[in-house]
């Protein structure tokens, strides 16, 4: 098809857009904006740092090179400044919804549409939308739903809206014993964190973490235990937590319920644009490359799969700056050969 003149123009074409703010299309804008390429970022939320800012922007992290302990919001930061520094043009709180390839005066280009109606032609994409949209797995209990906004929460957004209350965690996974750790000084002790098995899927030095703060009662540790019963009338108030071994049930009071099992997600409208999938949840591409099964379609971060991703920050902003520099190189028709960014 072609690109007709009439449609809602988002503004001029680019050479690159990238679909997501987060750490992989921050570092992609980076290495793109270097290379003196025009760069559009699109990114549904309404702000860039994906899920550093959207899923634990309070979590300490030490595993990302040059930041031996930050907290995500703050990594997420300095993400933003590097990756904006070239001025690319930043679309927020607007979701790719179609894809196409165009032609335009000869020139072969990729049609984004958002949510918003508006249209975006550009050279080259890279797509680094991490897992898509979001929606954390829930409890099995009737009538869930009605609890959010009432002491329900699926994240921990502000540590401090959670001071000096009795909170009770559900989960197994690093979210669940991260945020026992980091919430044990803010919230009433002890905290209790519930799992239905007695074995925890989270980081070794992070259960022994928890253990010891159980034996200074500074958290309670409740297991192989499940939620049964939520209790309030206008807000939680206690819930009830079942001893799966021996069926016992108790009554904990509690005014946050905060349950952390994880998010599903989907690739959403992207795993409809023709790209070869690795799954259900990402794209594939070849790891030397990062692009995708059609010409000058690119994908970073947690989206990219081969075999063997790791989905890691530091994989991230490595598969960007690949992903960068080979669709620059590709739309030039020159080999791909970064550049450092000193003289
Ligand atoms: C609780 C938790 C703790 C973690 N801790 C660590 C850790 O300690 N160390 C570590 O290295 N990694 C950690 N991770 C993993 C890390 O956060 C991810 O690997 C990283 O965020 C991936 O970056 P990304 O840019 O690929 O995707 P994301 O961070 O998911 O960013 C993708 C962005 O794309 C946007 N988007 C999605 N769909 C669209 C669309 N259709 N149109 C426009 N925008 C769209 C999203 O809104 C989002 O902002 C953790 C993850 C979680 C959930």
Redesign the pocket.
């Known amino acids: 098809m072609s690109a007709s003149e009439d449609e809602s123009d988002g503004g001029s074409t680019v050479d690159l857009t990238i679909?997501?703010?987060?750490?992989?299309?921050?570092?992609a804008a980076y290495y793109a904006g270097h290379r003196h390429a025009s760069v559009r970022i699109?990114?549904?939320?309404e702000?860039?740092?994906?899920?550093?800012?959207?899923?634990?922007p309070e979590?300490y992290?030490?595993?990302?090179a040059g930041f031996p302990n930050v907290l995500?919001n703050q990594l997420a930061a300095s993400l933003a400044e590097q990756g904006l520094q070239f001025r690319p043009e930043l679309r927020v709180a607007?979701?790719?919804?179609a894809m196409e390839l165009v032609e335009q005066d000869g020139e072969e280009l990729i049609r984004i549409v958002?949510?918003t109606g508006a249209v975006y032609l550009s050279r080259s994409l890279i797509v680094?939308?991490?897992?898509?949209?979001?929606a954390p797995r829930k409890l099995p209990l009737e009538g869930i739903d009605e609890w959010e906004g009432k002491g329900l929460l699926y994240?921990v957004r502000e540590k401090a809206e959670l001071a000096g209350k009795r909170c009770v965690i559900v989960g197994g996974?690093?979210?669940a014993l991260?945020w026992t750790l980091g919430l044990a000084t803010t919230t009433e002790p002890p905290i209790v964190l519930v799992h239905r098995r007695d074995r925890f899927r989270a980081l070794e030095s992070s259960v022994a973490a928890a253990r010891a703060l159980e034996q200074e009662g500074r958290a309670r540790i409740m297991t192989p235990c499940e939620v049964r019963e939520i209790h309030g009338s206008d807000r939680i108030e206690a819930v009830t937590i079942e001893n799966t071994a021996s069926g016992e049930r108790e009554r904990v009071p509690c005014d946050a319920l905060i349950t952390?099992l994880?998010?599903s997600s989907h690739l959403?409208?992207?795993g409809l644009w023709g790209l070869e999938r690795f799954g259900r949840r990402q794209l594939l591409v070849d790891p030397t490359t990062m692009r995708c099964s059609k010409p000058r379609i690119y994908a970073?971060?947690?989206?990219?799969g081969y075999q063997g991703k790791i989905?890691?920050?530091?994989?991230?902003l490595a598969?960007?700056a690949i992903a960068a520099n080979n669709a620059i190189a590709e739309i030039r028709h020159e080999k791909a050969q970064p550049e450092y960014s000193s003289e």
């Open positions: 679909l997501g703010g987060g750490p992989a299309g921050l570092a699109i990114e549904s939320l702000d860039v740092g994906g899920q550093l800012i959207a899923l634990y979590k992290m030490s595993d990302v995500a607007e979701e790719a919804v958002t949510n680094t939308t991490g897992h898509g949209a979001f994240a996974g690093d979210s991260d952390l994880g998010f959403g409208a992207i970073a971060g947690d989206v990219a989905t890691l920050i530091t994989i991230s598969e960007a």
